[in-house]
């Protein structure tokens, strides 16, 4: 092997290593933001079940209900995330009496 072909070779082999330590570092954090929305989620399913029952909700949730037919409410339940974002969950459920 010449030493044009080892430098080819070894320029070769770094840039396979940067993509694969980019694609691992992407999958990363999409990993996190993952972990993130599932415990949003959980957290209002939580909390509409919390309302839906008549109780009160957290500080943590904004939770909206307003009537919408036939003895049918509107509830939705906004859940705050790192950096700005939110969950809104959205179900229709039985007026309260």
Same mark, same amino acid.
């Given at each position: 092997? *010449?030493?044009?072909?080892? +430098? +080819? ?6 840039? *396979? ?21 599932? %415990? ?33 409410? +509107? %509830? ?22």
């Amino acid at each position: 092997m *010449t030493l044009l072909e080892s +430098i +080819i070779a070894s320029l070769l082999l770094a840039v *396979t290593a940067v993509v694969c330590l980019d694609a691992t570092r992407g999958a990363a954090a999409l990993q996190r933001k993952s972990a993130a929305w599932t %415990l949003a989620v959980a957290h209002a399913e939580a909390e509409l079940a919390t309302v839906s029952s008549g109780d009160m909700a957290s500080r943590t949730a904004r939770v909206a209900r307003r009537p919408w037919r036939d003895g049918l409410d +509107i %509830l939705e339940v906004d859940v705050p995330m790192a950096g700005g974002t939110s969950f809104r969950l959205t179900r229709l459920v039985e007026r309260a009496p």
